[in-house]
Structures are given as C-alpha cells and as structure tokens.
C-alpha cells in the first residue's frame, strides 16, 4: 500500500482534524525531513566525504531504448567517435565517460519496462503485487531504495553536506498515474517516491512565501498538539509511528524557519507565465525545470536531482520534431524499418539537446564559495530502462556520465563486459565517499564498484 494513503489512514484514526490531513498526506515524499529517512547503511564518519566538497548528481531519464547503432561508438578510449544521438553533446566530449556493458540483471516479477524502470535505480527486485504488464507475473512496487535516495540520506546524515531538500525529482510529461512504469525513485521498500511535472508548483515550493507558509505554521501547530493528547493512548506499534509523525512535524516547521530564513546566492529564475502543461509545451516545460534545477544547486538547496522525461512505455509524440507517432509505437517497430529508425534518433537526438542545454546552464553559472562552475563539481548521469526497444533488452543500458565525480576518468568511452548497474550505483556512492559492500541484490554486486579511474 501506498506509504501516504497508511499516513493518512493512520493520522485519521488518531483523531487528527480533517483539515490537516492534506497538509501532511499530500505532500511529496523528496519533503520528508532527514529523521523521517531511511538510516544510512554502514558506520561512515562525518569526515569520510571528500573534503567536504559540494559534490552533487544529477540523474536524468528517457524511455524506450535508443538506435544501439546510432549511439555507441566503435572506437574505445579518449578518441571515440561523436554519433548521430550524441552529436548535440559533441562539446562536453572531453568531460563525458560513455560505458558500455552495463546490464540490469535483476529478474523476478513484472515485464522488462517494469523492471526497467523501477529496478534501474534500485538494483533490486520488485515486490509481488497486482499491476499486470506483458509478461505473466503481476508485481508492485520496488523492494528496496534507489541510488539517488540512498546518497541523499547519506549526505542529508551529516551536519556538513545537509541541505534544505536532500533532493528534488524534476518529472517532464510524466504520466499522471501511479505505476511501477512510471517510478524510478524510492526512498525505500514500497515507497516510491513521485517527480513532479509542473514547474511551478516547484517554484513555489523552492521559493514561495506567501500565506500559504503562515496557514501551514499554523496547521502543523494544532496538529502536534493533536498527536501529543492521543499520544498516552496508544499501544507500542502505534505510538512509534505517532513520534514518527511528531518528528516529521518538527522537522517541518524548522524547515519553514530555515527557508524563510534562506538567503539566496542566486536569485530565483524568471518562468514565463501561463505555460500550460502538455504535451506540445514539452520543450518549453524541459527547460523549465531545468533552470529551476541549477538555479536549486547554485542556492544549495539540494545535492541529489533526478530528471525524468516521460515515463517507461511512454507515447510522447514530439510532434515539434516532425514526428506524430507515439515514441513507444516507434520503438517497437523493427530494425529493417529505415524511417522509424531515423524518427527514433531524432528523439534521442532532442533528448541529447536538453542534456546539453543542463551541462551548459551548470557550465555558465559559478559555484559558490569556489573558483569554478557548478559542473565542476557535478556529476549528470543519462540513462534509460532498456538498451533496445524492439527486444526490451535489458543489456547494454544507455549509461553516459558527464561532469566531474570523485575518482572517475572522463573523457573517454569504455567498454565493460556486461556488469550489472548495480555495480555502477556503488561507484557512484564511493565517489561521494560513500563506501558500500552491496546495493539492491546482493548477488548482482560480486567484484565490488566499478574501477572507473
């Protein structure tokens, strides 16, 4: 069960007034406060971060596989060639690592876009559960955390890297239901955790002050004296879940004091007004979020950002391309079929365009209190759930970092020998000094991180 509708439910039989439940139960899961999260795995010293760099990461999404033969290069190492997907991002190609042979090798329940998705992040499998894909097994939600909760915890659990969010997940077009098709965050078992499509209900949640701050002071006021007068009456299960509810209140109202106390390094972007959000305003809302995602790390109001661009089997038809197909029905058509071919690496060409467009913005605006760009101290990683839409191949996984991380070697293309990504999660965690035995399956994690020096 959804972990807000048990929030909810439980809120509603303390006895909790109608009036704050919304405030409590609708409020997206990247809000929860740093108690409320899972704990950090392992014993890691507040010092076991890098020099207390501002070290941040950015994971960004598309769906449905890319043209293998449009994307990777034939030439290993610094000189590979520039391919037609990767043409928009032939700028930065002295600060990208491409790998191939990076492979989700989790199996179990649900179809491979299902497993795609909600297990690319994760590395673990899905939970048995109800939602029928292509395949004969129904399944649920993810069973344990994704890479980018898991760093946001480990970061949020020290005094010198915690910030006001942890992160932020930035969705563009995402589809408007709850699915493993369309969740690749989890901020633990069975608690996926939703992007948010509109800009600006993420404008005003980084930088709002309006009533709405005052009305919610007030709410979380009555509330915690609510929770407090039920709190002698209840057993020792319910009355752990009520300090729970308790932290997550306070921790609420010190982060109203602290926004309201922020002040920026940056000042907050200008968003054109009115932009509805559809699907023919995609180019238009990408960008937005964009903006509003540096804009966030240059005010360190987050070091975890997660973007995603529509959704595993995602239809977009990127009709502004000329293209009035839907990109799942493209991605199914066969190799032999030279005009969806070309259509398909239109796509991935326009998706290689906005990853451009963020490596640019985070190039061109300053870090603060450094010498360099936030790109210097960034990490862009852009995936997908397949390798390949005709064959919903799981192998060879789309993996191509850019920017700078801890240890790794830029500028060059490698070619690994079919490793599972679960592999890859913790090279990134280390990166950030992080240092993990295992992450999701633990079978799928032999031979450690991957040496990417």
């Known amino acids: 069960m959804n972990h807000f509708y048990r929030r909810r439910e439980f809120l509603a039989k303390l006895g909790v007034g109608a009036a704050a439940l919304p405030f409590l139960t609708g409020l997206p899961e990247a809000c929860l406060p740093v108690a409320c999260l ?42 590979f060639e520039i391919t037609p997907i990767l043409e928009p991002l032939a700028d930065f190609k002295e600060r990208m690592l491409l790998l191939h042979g990076v492979s989700n090798k989790v199996r179990g329940d649900g179809d491979s876009h299902m497993r795609g998705m909600s297990c690319l992040l994760t590395g673990a499998e899905l939970l048995p559960g109800n939602i029928q894909g292509g395949s004969d097994t129904p399944a649920g939600w993810a069973s344990d955390i994704s890479v980018d909760q898991e760093l946001k915890t480990f970061l ?49 949640r980084m930088y709002g002050r309006s009533k709405d701050d005052d009305m919610l002071r007030s709410v979380l006021d009555d509330v915690k004296d609510q929770l407090k007068t039920v709190g002698n009456q209840l057993g020792p299960e319910a009355k752990e879940m ?29 968003l054109e007004d009115g932009v509805a959000i559809r699907e023919s305003n995609m180019p ?11 804009n966030g790390f240059a005010n360190d109001m987050n070091r975890v950002a997660t973007l995603q661009f529509s ?41 290689a365009g906005e990853m ?15 010498d360099g760009s936030l790109l210097d101290n960034t990490l862009v990683i852009w995936t997908n759930e397949l390798g390949k839409g005709n064959s919903h191949t799981l192998q060879n996984i789309p993996m191509l970092l850019a920017g700078s991380a801890g240890g790794f070697k830029m500028g060059r293309y490698l070619k690994l020998d079919d490793v599972a990504h679960n592999r890859l999660w913790m090279s990134l965690a280390s990166a950030f000094g992080h240092e993990l035995e295992s992450f999701g399956k633990k079978d799928l994690c032999e031979g450690g991180k991957l040496n990417l020096a």
């Open 156 to 204: 949020q659990s020290q005094p010198k890297t915690s910030t006001r969010f942890g992160s932020v997940e930035f969705g563009v077009e995402v589809r408007d239901e709850a699915d493993p098709w369309t969740r690749m965050c989890y901020a633990g078992e069975n608690r996926p955790v939703a992007p948010v499509s509109d800009p600006y209900a993420i404008f005003k």
């Open 242 to 270: 009520m300090e729970e509810h308790q932290t997550f209140v306070s921790e609420m109202q010190r982060d109203l004091r602290t926004a309201a106390q922020q002040k920026l390094d940056s000042p907050a972007p200008n």
């Open 38 to 79: 899972p704990k950090v795995r392992g014993d890691q010293p507040a010092d076991a971060i890098r020099g207390h760099k501002k070290q941040r990461v950015i994971i960004m999404f598309s769906p449905n596989g890319v043209v293998q033969d449009n994307y990777w290069p034939e030439t290993e190492g610094s000189e």
């Open 356 to 370: 451009h467009y963020l490596l640019q913005k985070l190039a061109d605006t300053k870090d603060p209190g450094t």
């Open 311 to 351: 959704n595993s089997v995602g239809q977009i038809r990127m009709k502004w391309l000329g293209i009035n197909e839907p990109h799942h029905q493209l991605s199914h058509d066969p190799d032999m079929k030279e005009d969806s071919q070309k259509k398909l690496t239109k796509i991935n060409q326009w998706y």
């Open 284 to 294: 238009k809302i990408s960008r937005m979020q964009i903006d509003l995602l540096v």
